[in-house]
């Protein structure tokens, strides 16, 4: 192994032990109470060097989102992949997908979901920027592709896949967010999986394409003439 080699290598183990320094204390103290301060005191760095990697606390606050962006892509296109199985398995497939992308780690799902709604983006460096909305439309593709396979085949409503896609997500994210929100009020209860379940349930519902009844002919109402 070269120089060059060795010190790109120690620079991406540096970084790393940044990122997890940073989920550390954003998990401990939140993102508002958060200082790069703390963070390097967390990874037994100066705060001098945690500039040399990120830009600000925004920026290494995003970057906590790349690792579950690229999860959640290599699982979509694990599933496109699988051409044999049929439309409704995959279907099926995709709903497990996203459960196992939540519990790949909630904290920082939620930490994007709230990232993609705040100022925080317009704070990030162009490629960091770039990096996450390339990864985000990929895996709004591949999930399109998944939609767009059951329109073709006559499972699905004839409504645009990308449209659809754009719906699952925000469904998705909805039901996460929500009860979040929930649990923070009262810790002892926990629906996400059966609130998710039956949000899943309806959408599978209202995307298939449902036979319609041949209506019967009403008769003629006659009237007796006097």
């Given at each position: 192994m070269g120089i060059h080699e060795r010190k790109e290598r120690e620079r991406e183990r540096r970084r790393q032990q940044i990122i997890v320094a940073a989920k550390r204390v954003f998990s401990e103290k939140g993102f508002n109470k958060a200082t790069m301060e703390d963070i390097a005191h967390e990874a037994e760095l100066s705060p001098g060097t945690l500039y040399l990697y990120f830009k600000n606390k925004d920026e290494l606050y995003a970057s906590l989102s790349l690792r579950i962006l690229h999860y959640l892509l290599i699982r979509l296109e694990h599933l496109n992949s699988n051409a044999h199985s049929d439309i409704e398995s995959r279907i099926s497939g995709l709903k497990e997908a996203?459960?196992?992308?939540?519990?790949?780690?909630?904290?920082?799902?939620?930490?994007?979901?709230?990232?993609?709604?705040?100022?925080?983006?317009?704070?990030?460096?162009?490629?960091?920027?770039?990096?996450?909305?390339?990864?985000?439309?990929?895996?709004?593709?591949?999930?399109?592709?998944?939609?767009?396979?059951?329109?073709?085949?006559?499972?699905?409503?004839?409504?645009?896949?990308?449209?659809?896609?754009?719906?699952?997500?925000?469904?998705?994210?909805?039901?996460?967010?929500?009860?979040?929100?929930?649990?923070?009020?009262?810790?002892?209860?926990?629906?996400?999986?059966?609130?998710?379940?039956?949000?899943?349930?309806?959408?599978?519902?209202?995307?298939?394409?449902?036979?319609?009844?041949?209506?019967?002919?009403?008769?003629?109402?006659?009237?007796?003439?006097?």
């Open positions: 996203m459960y196992d992308v939540y519990e790949f780690d909630p904290m920082i799902l939620i930490n994007m979901f709230h990232l993609q709604s705040s100022d925080t983006l317009k704070n990030l460096t162009p490629e960091l920027l770039s990096e996450i909305k390339n990864l985000s439309k990929r895996s709004l593709s591949e999930m399109a592709k998944l939609f767009q396979e059951g329109v073709q085949q006559g499972v699905f409503i004839d409504k645009h896949p990308m449209a659809i896609a754009d719906t699952f997500w925000a469904l998705f994210s909805g039901v996460i967010l929500w009860e979040t929100s929930k649990s923070i009020i009262n810790e002892d209860k926990d629906y996400l999986r059966e609130t998710l379940e039956i949000a899943f349930e309806i959408f599978d519902s209202g995307i298939k394409k449902h036979p319609q009844k041949s209506k019967t002919p009403k008769k003629a109402k006659t009237r007796n003439r006097q």
